[in-house]
T-cell receptor, first 123, second 115 residues
Framework: GAVVSQHPSRVICKSGTSVKIECRSL??????MFWYRQFPKQSLMLMAT?????????EQGVEKDKFLINHASLTLSTLTVTSAHPEDSSFYIC???????????????????FGPGTRLTVL | AQTVTQSQPEMSVQEAETVTLSCTYD???????LFWYKQPPSRQMILVIR??????QNATENRFSVNFQKAAKSFSLKISDSQLGDTAMYFC????????????FGTGTRLQVTL
């Protein structure tokens, strides 16, 4: 249980184009999903928290108009990098949390389950 | 705001030996969770072990165990009988209790297991 997928695993795009990354919880409902960015040899930096059916909460310094997050269902959140530029090239990771009170069968509401990440390269 | 500090950027251990990775954190919360994550070259984040702050007993998962010192705000990871597959980045993470809680990660320790 607690499998999270991301698509695509890697994407190369031209500067100025928009790129959408999908994050899906495959075997559980995720009321909350998180989006992280990771530069080489660095730690994960939280970009935003998204709750199903409501607007995402962005961390300080993250441009909400640049990184559009939609959490339209309990199993899907999307991150769209708009008008991408080379400095947006990075590794993007999503994670998902089960609903509050979930416990057992190796699924706990206090844990985050991570997707495999998406490598974005902007030329 | 919570902070997590990993003071060892890199460590090396020989196969079959034991290694301990350090982690300290700063918080004013009483209820929280601590985690160690492993990130191998594939970059998939893998949960190694978790500790709930209200539990006094140190968590153990096979070859992995922690030394949780709540008063000292210390949460070290011990890897016994190190294997080549343990080579990875290891991140310590903190999360306070609550439905809107976020993970705060340390800067990571790169562990190399050698023959």
């Amino acid at each position: 249980g607690a499998v999270v997928s991301q698509h695509p695993s890697r994407v190369i795009c031209k500067s100025g184009t928009s790129v959408k990354i999908e994050c899906r919880s495959l075997d559980f409902q995720a009321t909350t999903m998180f989006w992280y960015r990771q530069f080489p040899k660095q730690s994960l930096m939280l970009m935003a928290t998204s709750n199903e059916g409501s607007k995402a909460t962005y961390e300080q310094g993250v441009e909400k108009d640049k990184f559009l997050i939609n959490h339209a269902s309990l199993t899907l959140s999307t991150l769209t990098v708009t008008s991408a530029h080379p400095e947006d090239s990075s590794f993007y990771i999503c994670s998902a949390r089960a609903p509050p009170g979930t416990s057992g069968r190796a699924l706990y509401s206090f844990e985050q389950y991570f997707g495999p990440g998406t490598r974005l390269t902007v030329l | 705001a919570q902070t997590v500090t990993q003071s060892q950027p890199e460590m090396s251990v020989q196969e079959a030996e034991t290694v301990t990775l350090s982690c300290t954190y700063d918080t004013s919360e009483n209820n929280y969770y601590l985690f160690w994550y492993k990130q191998p070259p594939s970059r998939q984040m893998i949960l190694v072990i978790r500790q709930e702050a209200y539990k006094q007993q140190n968590a153990t998962e096979n070859r992995f165990s922690v030394n949780f010192q709540k008063a000292a705000k210390s949460f070290s990871l011990k890897i016994s009988d190190s294997q080549l597959g343990d080579t990875a980045m290891y991140f310590c993470a903190f999360m306070r209790d609550g439905t809107a809680s976020k993970l705060t990660f340390g800067t990571g320790t790169r562990l190399q297991v050698t023959l």
